[in-house]
């Protein structure tokens, strides 16, 4: 199970996703560009001292990060609001790349086009969405129960 981020654009946010990945031991994609520098003091204060324990690659461009994907066989999981189904009915399988989008306008058409999957954390009714540190970890949540029992061992 990996995480990707698609053009974050707030460093917190990014940070925070880091550090959940180096947590549960799941490596993370950045894929730019980025609306923020690594040197980015908020970015660097919300991953603390996790970040140097995360496996992280940075893709300099989506068109890299998807030759990478396929090239390696790994599934596309899109979380979005646009998503039919939802996170909770779908079955995850350990190889899978949780795909998020940029906080401020998701992902383009082209990169929704490609996802295997589209889904969605429903929400109540009227609201806009979550925020995607919080739905990053809802959705690793899920799909690691489904795919690496050890993770719950781990508490």
């Known amino acids: ?16 996703i880091l550090r959940l990945c180096a947590c549960l031991d799941v490596a993370a994609h950045i894929i730019e560009p980025a609306g923020f520098a690594v040197s980015d003091r908020a970015f660097r204060r919300a991953g603390m001292d996790y970040l140097d324990q995360v496996r992280l690659t940075r893709h300099i461009s989506w068109t890299k990060f998807e ?4 090239a390696n066989g790994h ?18 399988s350990p190889s899978d790349i949780l795909l998020f989008g940029r906080e401020t306008v998701g992902v383009t058409d082209e990169v929704a086009a490609a996802a295997d999957i589209r889904l969605k954390i429903p929400i109540k009714q009227g609201l806009r969405s979550l925020n ?13 129960r489904q795919t690496r029992q050890e993770a719950i061992r781990w508490m």
Request: net charge positive; no cysteine.
């Open 75 to 92: 599934r596309l999981v899109l979380f979005t609001t646009k998503g039919a189904t939802s996170y909770l009915d779908f079955r995850y």
């Open 132 to 144: 995607v540190a919080i739905a990053a970890a809802m959705a690793l949540g899920e799909a690691l």
């Open 67 to 70: 030759q990478w994907r396929r």
């Open 1 to 16: 199970m990996e995480i990707a981020l698609f053009q974050p654009d707030i460093p917190p946010n990014t940070g925070t």
